[in-house]
């Protein structure tokens, strides 16, 4: 997942700490909704530290319900596609599926690495991709099909 939109309003702030703006305080949890709506319970929640990624990740949780492990990983953070393989690589084999809750252009190229699908993430889109792999380990380039994409745009407000 990408973080939701969020604020220049403070020129002040440095990225890192940049907070969500209105519309990605609304976006946030229309998506956790979404993810209780479906059933996408992960086991683990991997996300950057950046503040409007803290946001998101505090939002979609709570919205949805999760009381699963989330840990905050500085690596995520400004990460390029080949060090989020590194990251996905590195996640416990009890961990059946993994959340990651990060910023573009890494999250689009790491969805492309994976799927050899080209796909726009505007902020707070959500892929859910399958790996064809027996651990997260093996994580290779096309080892992934995208099996649900979806932007907040597309969800109605419940």
Request: proline fraction near 5%; aromatic fraction near 4%.
């Amino acid at each position: 997942m990408r973080h939701a939109k969020s604020s220049w309003g403070d020129g002040s702030l440095a990225d890192f700490d940049r907070p969500l703006n209105e519309r990605g305080l609304k976006a946030a949890p229309l998506v956790g909704r979404f993810m209780r709506k479906q059933k996408l319970r992960p086991d683990l929640i991997l996300c950057s530290p950046a503040e409007r990624a803290r946001q998101t990740v505090s939002l979609v949780v709570e919205a949805a319900g999760l009381g699963v492990p989330l840990r905050y990983d500085e690596r995520i953070y400004e990460a390029t596609s080949a060090r989020l393989v590194e990251v996905v690589s590195q996640i416990e084999e009890d961990a059946g599926e993994a959340m990651l809750v990060g910023h573009n252009p890494g999250l689009e190229v790491l969805l492309e690495r994976l799927t050899g699908e080209s796909r726009r993430m505007p902020t707070a889109a959500l892929a859910r991709v399958a790996l064809d792999v027996e651990k997260w380990s093996k994580v290779h380039d096309g080892a992934g099909r995208v099996e649900l994409f979806v932007k907040p745009r597309e969800l109605t407000v419940a």
